[in-house]
């Protein structure tokens, strides 16, 4: 799966709330991540304006959507229809 599927998944995933961190939002979407790849696609996410400061406890990141990062999942989950 390319990191841009990844990408939208997360995002759509981080929205719909389906885990308390990226890797468990990950794991119940079936999707593949290691480690540095969270890192890159959180450091993308922040970095689009998508999510805001990201917790990371015990090596486990906690993204909080802000209202563009809502707003792009909400259109990626329109399209798919």
């Given at each position: 799966?390319?990191?841009?599927?990844?990408?939208?998944?997360?995002?759509?995933?981080?929205?719909?709330?389906?885990?308390?961190?990226?890797?468990?939002?990950?794991?119940?979407?079936?999707?593949?991540?290691?480690?540095a790849?969270?890192?890159?696609?959180?450091?993308?996410?922040?970095?689009?304006?998508?999510?805001?400061?990201?917790?990371?406890s015990?090596?486990?990141?906690?993204?909080?959507?802000?209202?563009?990062?809502?707003?792009?999942?909400?259109?990626?989950?329109?399209?798919?229809?």
């Open positions: 799966m390319s990191s841009e599927i990844k990408f939208s998944k997360l995002l759509v995933g981080i929205c719909l709330n389906s885990g308390n961190s990226l890797g468990e939002v990950a794991r119940n979407l079936g999707i593949s991540v290691t480690n790849e969270s890192e890159a696609l959180l450091s993308m996410m922040e970095n689009q304006g998508f999510i805001d400061h990201p917790e990371i015990n090596k486990r990141a906690c993204p909080h959507l802000t209202s563009k990062g809502e707003e792009q999942a909400k259109s990626l989950m329109d399209s798919s229809f």
